[in-house]
């Protein structure tokens, strides 16, 4: 299952991706339970240090989130390590960033349950049509190859790539045009304000600079006319 969700800089993707693992993991013996593929091994993609950042969350909230303990026991594992994390249930985690080798990772003979690409583009990426098109390149025969080749496909792998659209040939740009990915665009404004005359007025008391106060002032304005 491929999805691709859009979301401006600061909607807390490193959150849900930390998130989507953890629950990945607590619930790995519920899915076998029901009769599912286990959800065992989980690669993290990420431009740089993205990925290990991701990882070092989850590693961090299973150590220390009491509700999490209470719920589900100690899942600290015997492998522990910003390279590499394989919890109690027996759960592997590999964080990988763009450079690094990724086509044909697995675990002792296992593909990926679940892959999550995240902000594997910066500004400086998107800026060549060449560099576009090798990033393109990668990620179709690199990334979407984690699954295996089409006769190893599990129909049981879930890709997420979220991200920040950076261009409209960027590689999160494009799979949001492919109809084989679920999922759209979160935008950082819902609506837009039809009371642009009292923002006009909040901007000129928050840049009044005779106003020591200014902020306070813009401030109490707003609260004073807020919706």
Same mark, same amino acid.
């Given at each position: ?92 985690? &590999?964080?990988?960033?763009?450079? @690094?080798?990724?086509?044909? %990772?697995? /675990?002792?003979? =296992? $593909? ?85 005359? &009292?923002?006009?007025?909040?901007? @000129?008391?928050?840049?009044? %600079?005779? /106003?020591?106060? =200014? $902020? ?12």
């Amino acid at each position: 299952v491929l999805h691709a969700v859009a979301a401006p800089r600061g909607g807390g993707k490193t959150t849900i991706h930390t998130i989507c693992i953890l629950h990945h993991v607590v619930y790995k013996e519920f899915s076998e339970l029901l009769g599912l593929p286990p959800n065992d091994f989980i690669v993290v993609v990420g431009e740089t240090d993205g990925a290990y950042d991701i990882v070092d969350n989850v590693r961090a909230n299973l150590e220390t989130n009491d509700a999490l303990i209470a719920d589900f026991g100690n899942l600290v594992g015997p492998t522990w390590g910003r390279e590499r994390t394989r919890t109690a249930n027996n759960c592997y985690i &590999l964080p990988r960033s763009r450079n @690094s080798r990724i086509r044909g %990772l697995n /675990d002792l003979g =296992r $593909r990926p349950a679940l892959v999550i690409v995240s902000d594997v583009q910066k500004g400086r990426d998107v800026e060549s049509p060449l560099i576009r098109e090798k990033d393109w390149r990668w990620y179709t025969s690199d990334v979407r190859r984690l699954e295996g080749n089409e006769e190893e496909t599990q129909a049981s792998m879930n890709m997420l790539i979220e991200g920040t659209v950076l261009h409209e040939d960027a590689i999160l740009a494009k799979c949001l045009k492919n109809p084989a990915y679920s999922g759209g665009k979160y935008p950082a404004v819902n609506e837009w304000s039809d009371r642009n005359d &009292l923002w006009d007025k909040w901007k @000129s008391l928050y840049t009044d %600079l005779a /106003d020591e106060n =200014r $902020r306070g002032t813009a401030l109490e304005f707003y609260y004073t006319h807020k919706a």
